[in-house]
């Protein structure tokens, strides 16, 4: 009787994941598949890279991640059940993610100088040039062709690797989709300390003295919307505080820090969200949030859009809309001190009436959260993920091209001490405004076809002479499958900052019969004097010489690696975030499973080699 009782119990207890599937399988159909099952253009994953996905991970994104607010009327056993079918696995119990890798000796200091080389937020600098001068680089051309591959850290149950990595004195910090914020020794990769906190961290993280105190302090944001100040050197909490209550808002740029004031970025998911025939669509408007870094607390939100959302009429559903919405800040604020402005770039509106404020940069005053200027790229450009799916009942009328801003403006002083803001647009277009003279258009120059996942997405970089663009234009097989074409897209670009003039050009690299792949470069580029690096969608990080485009140097980041954390490791499609070069040494992550990207979960780390 006790061995048939056994035998039961473990019947029921196998049966058990089956059924969760059965019963997911049913619910994903219902409520999931109109956005992961639909167009290629989807912003969100497919099926294929959820299954590279842990089951924990899946369930913390339904349960209070990025999928939350579409899962919001979903019971637990309902969440999990969608978990178990979408990844195909069951909870793992919550095994550690560092049990390996851990540094033999505690740190007890920054094993490097604080004034030694060093990338701090997105873009190096609060211009956010992403331009590493050569002293900070200690990496130059000549030496380019030699870097080899040291480390590799991976991140559990991710299928992909969206938070780029900050280096200061000798630390590296970087966030993941696991919900925790990672120190590790920038020159082995071995973990120094960890912090769970309440969602993932896709933004770059920024470093500073603590105002009014002896600690050093690391400033960053979460997909929940909280902004966090962390002791650089224990990782321990210091404040908290969420920056914006609507339930679609995030925070996906960088905060930036300036005179003691850290300038976080707001955006949301309700573009994705919105698309439910049975959501009021829609009432997020972004906005820049001003805090205290001593303390946290808030010196001033500016919203985007001045109007607050207002009913506007029903959908073909009978569900109120409302309207203006959207313009989403994705990206990291760019300060200029001289006029004592921050400036911003933003997103689409996500209904009507659209808002004159979105796909524009806009400056704020530093101290106040007034708006000082704005400059419109592209008007009417209504549009949520809706428009792309089989129900459009929330897709706007007469919906825009989504062209908005992904980057961040770069605030560039020329040879001859001119300054111009510089930025890169989805429509492919790379603007130059005036920024002495209220945000005035200076020149304009195409380097793409544009579209929603075309033009320029996550950001360029620049000198004082030329601006560096990469280019999507990602395209899709035209056979209702979510397959990349290897034939579309991509190409690099140099353009004179004096004139907008394409200086030099870099032709697209073609795929062959590499899986999964495009000639897409959607993710930022990163800049030393005379090398310019970026990474595909096809997997390869490259270095080509900015004097003439010559190739100096390839890595094919889609395949496995042993990672220092022992958590099993494959890179895959390159998005998003751009390389970093610090100290003679150059990270980059690796993995992107959206928009039918390779999959992947890792950090890459490569020094010179010696020959």
């Known amino acids: 009787m006790r061995a048939r009782a056994v035998l039961a119990a473990l019947s029921i207890w196998c049966s058990a994941p089956a059924l969760a599937q059965q019963e997911g399988a049913a619910l994903y159909a219902t409520h999931c598949a109109q956005c992961h099952d639909g167009d290629a253009q989807s912003r969100v994953p497919g099926r294929g890279a959820m299954q590279a996905m842990s089951f924990d991970h899946v369930l913390a994104a339904l349960t209070s991640g990025s999928m939350a607010a579409m899962a919001k009327d979903r019971s637990d056993a ?32 920054f094993p490097q100088s604080l004034d030694g080389p060093r990338w701090n937020g997105w873009g190096v600098d609060t211009n956010n040039s992403r331009y590493q001068p ?12 030699r ?49 769970a906190i309440d969602a993932a961290v896709r933004a770059a993280i920024s470093f500073a003295p603590l105002p009014g105190s002896d600690q050093f302090a ?36 960088a905060p930036t820090l300036h005179a003691g004031v850290l300038y976080v970025p707001v955006s949301s998911i309700e573009e994705a969200a919105g698309s439910q025939a049975s959501y009021e669509c829609c009432t997020f408007r972004g906005s820049v949030v001003a805090l205290d870094a001593a303390t946290g607390k808030l010196v001033w939100q500016a919203y985007t859009i001045p109007e607050v959302p207002h009913p506007t009429g029903k959908n073909a559903r009978g569900t109120q809309l409302f309207g203006p919405s959207g313009a989403s800040i994705w990206s990291a604020p760019t300060i200029d001190a001289k006029r004592g402005a921050v400036y911003v770039a933003t997103s689409n509106s996500y209904s009507n009436p659209p808002a004159a404020t979105a796909d524009a940069v806009l400056a704020f005053d530093l101290a106040t959260g007034k708006l000082l200027w704005k400059q419109q790229a592209t008007p009417k450009d209504a549009f949520v993920v809706a428009c792309f799916t089989a129900d459009k009942s929330n897709c706007p009328e007469d919906h825009g091209p989504d062209h908005d801003f992904g980057q961040s403006p770069i605030l560039v002083t020329l040879r001859d001490g001119r300054r111009m803001l510089v930025i890169a647009q989805k429509s492919g277009i790379v603007h130059a405004l005036d920024p002495d003279d209220g945000g005035k258009i200076l020149w304009q120059t195409r380097i793409g076809k544009g579209g929603s996942l075309g033009g320029s997405e996550w950001g360029s970089a620049a000198d004082g002479d030329r601006i560096y663009v990469a280019n999507s234009d990602v395209r899709f097989m035209r056979d209702g499958t ?30 062959g019969d590499r899986r999964q792949c495009s000639p897409a470069l ?12 970026s990474g595909g969608v096809s997997g390869f990080l490259r270095a080509y010489a900015t004097a003439d485009g010559k190739l100096l140097w390839e890595f094919d980041t889609a395949q496995d690696f042993k990672a220092v954390n022992g958590v099993p490791a494959h890179g895959g499609a390159i998005d998003g975030p751009g390389p970093v070069i610090a100290g003679g040494m150059l990270y980059t992550n690796s993995g992107y499973g959206q928009w039918s ?4 979960n890792v950090l890459l780390a490569f020094e010179v080699g010696t020959e």
Not at 134 to 145: F, I, R
């Open 78 to 109: 309902e969440r999990r059940a969608i978990a178990s079918f979408v990844t195909g696995k069951i909870a793992t119990g919550g095994v550690a993610a560092d049990a390996e890798g851990r540094c033999a000796q505690q740190v007890n200091g």
């Open 134 to 145: 050569a002293d900070m680089a200690g990496l130059t051309a000549e030496q380019v062709p």
């Open 147 to 195: 870097l080899r591959l040291k480390w590799a850290y991976a991140f559990p149950g991710a299928s992909l690797s969206f938070a780029p990595p900050a280096i200061v004195g000798g630390i590296l910090f970087i966030g993941g989709t696991d919900r925790k914020v990672h120190a590790l020794d920038a020159r082995s990769g071995c973990t120094l300390w960890t912090l």
């Open 218 to 253: 690391i400033f960053f944001g979460d997909l929940r919307a909280n902004a966090y100040a962390v002791n650089a050197l224990t990782g321990a909490l210091i404040w908290k505080t969420k920056v914006e209550e609507h339930a679609a808002a995030r925070i996906t740029g």
């Open 482 to 511: 979510r397959r990349l074409d290897s034939t579309q897209g991509g190409g690099l670009f140099g353009l004179d900052l004096a004139t907008g003039k394409i200086a030099m050009e870099v032709p697209p690299v073609a795929c």
């Open 522 to 533: 959607s993710a930022a580029v990163s800049l030393i004097p005379g090398v310019v690096f």
């Open 597 to 600: 990207g390779v999959a992947g």
